[in-house]
């Protein structure tokens, strides 16, 4: 009997590390096509800036300008689109009404991604007028309201095609999405690089060709999308664009309450990266050019935790929808855990291997690379300890998403990033004499607070 009893002890531990391994292999197996698509969606705009280089650098600067204030109103639609997720994920592991409740939830997120498209079309019309305002040279202005003509267009189904993509990605099924962001890719190169430079017996059109082209690929995103639902067989039958004009007002408000604190969550996130690039300029041209590259080797390797994070919210709401109060925590404990120890290596690799992650972006035989090259190294090694906390703050951001909880994570995001984060890093930059590092320090700080505040509520809910 005591032999007997010894070896049931490792079978039984071995049955309460179960539930936690497929709990990892489901997160892993839902999240990283959805890596794969963030990064994609990378691409996209990486490949426009690429060849508006090869056209001119002043035509790049403009579209890169115009870029930023496409992508402000983008996030507001992101974050409704976002808020969609743990509804739909909610509704699936209820698993009653559920091609009603979907359909619902789709509908009422394509009614607010469109309200947000019509604001932002009022306003992207006037964006040579906007950075004249600001202060910005004329003919950057000018540029960035060519661009902006082609490619303001695009935001509307570039939301609609967020608002599916979350809809797949609930239904445990984000291939889709994958495919048709790599085949936008190839699209928006072919045809960005026809119309800016005039090939294939198109005009040359340089900033509003490179818009243009932007515009189709998103709309080739969204109809791609769209037909795979309406062809197969799983989701043929939610009907998802069936009676399109009926409105769910309670559904309407739910949504808007959910998505709208994601949204601010991302414009506060976006908003302090872009004041940082501002603030940059104002210390000197290297600090600036070694800020860009270790803010971009930042947001690629972002990508990942955040694929994670939006996988987490999926896993925790279907939990919650199936009143699986085990199968939250762990879902949510899985993905913090995925995201944080992606990051621990990449700080790593940062700040142990910098040259290689700088070469990538500089010619370091340059005449002038050396100072740049100093500066992104030591910028790096605090992007390494920043990347660590930011992969925990936005995996226990989307765990609390799992759960509807959005209203205090965008408080969170407020005070870490304005009030402690820029605040502190311009202190640091200029009283404290440590230019461009003060920038970094600050930022690594804020975030790291915010990942504090984050895994406290989370510890909280859990309780």
């Known amino acids: 009997m005591q032999v007997s009893a010894e070896l ?86 209820r698993g009653r009404h559920v091609v009603r409740d979907l359909r619902r939830t789709v509908r009422q997120g394509l009614w607010l991604t469109t309200a947000i498209a019509l604001v932002a079309w009022v306003v992207l019309w006037h964006t040579e007028a906007i950075f004249l305002a600001m ?63 005039g090939r294939l017996g198109l ?60 949204a601010g969550a991302l414009l506060f996130e976006v908003g302090v990266f872009n004041a940082a690039v501002f603030i940059m300029g104002l210390i000197d041209v290297d600090q600036l050019a070694a800020h860009a590259i270790a803010i971009q080797i930042a947001s690629i390797t972002f990508m990942v935790p955040m694929g994670i994070a939006q996988a987490t919210t999926v896993r925790v709401g279907l939990a919650v929808g199936g009143g699986d109060r085990p199968g939250q925590v ?22 142990g291997m910098p040259g290689p992650f700088i070469r990538a972006f500089l010619d370091t035989d340059g005449p002038q690379a050396a100072t740049v090259v100093a500066h992104a190294t030591v910028f790096l090694a605090v992007a390494g300890l920043f990347q660590l ?33 820029l605040p502190l890093g311009a202190a640091l930059a200029f009283w404290g004499g440590l230019g461009g590092l003060g920038i970094w320090i600050g930022l690594a700080l804020g975030i790291g607070l915010v990942s504090l505040l984050m895994l406290r509520r989370w510890i909280r809910r859990m309780r």
């Open 8 to 93: 049931s002890r490792p079978r039984a531990a071995h049955s309460e590390t179960r539930p936690w391994r497929a709990e990892t292999r489901a997160t892993l197996a839902l999240a990283w096509p959805i890596v794969a698509t963030n990064l994609a969606q990378m691409a996209i705009g990486t490949t426009e800036v690429i060849l508006l280089g090869w056209y001119s650098p002043p035509a790049m600067a403009a579209g890169v300008l115009g870029m930023n204030l496409f992508f402000a109103f983008a996030m507001v639609g992101i974050g409704i689109a976002a808020g969609t997720s743990p509804m739909l994920a909610q509704a699936v592991g």
């Open 135 to 197: 202060g910005q040279a004329p003919a950057m202005a000018a540029g960035a309201g060519d661009y902006m003509r082609g490619m303001q267009w695009g935001i509307l189904p570039f939301l609609w095609y967020m608002v599916l993509r979350a809809f797949v990605s609930a239904r445990e099924r984000p291939r889709a999405a994958l495919v048709v962001s790599l085949l936008s890719i190839a699209i928006n190169a072919v045809l960005g690089w026809a119309l800016i430079f």
């Open 203 to 262: 005009p040359e059109l340089g900033l509003v060709g490179a818009g243009i082209a932007g515009t189709v690929a998103e709309t080739f995103m969204f109809l791609a999308l769209a037909a795979f639902i309406a062809c197969e067989r799983r989701f043929r039958r939610h009907h998802l664009a069936g009676r399109f004009w009926r409105p769910d007002w309670p559904r309407l408000a739910e949504l808007a309450r959910i998505g709208g604190p994601i």
């Open 330 to 351: 762990r879902a949510g404990w899985v993905g913090i855990a995925l995201g944080t120890g992606f990051m621990a290596g990449m700080a790593a690799l940062l700040i």
């Open 389 to 421: 906390v930011d992969g925990l703050q936005v995996t226990a951001a989307g765990a609390l998403r799992g759960l509807k909880d959005t209203r205090l994570p965008m408080i969170y995001a407020g005070i870490g990033y304005w009030i402690i984060g």
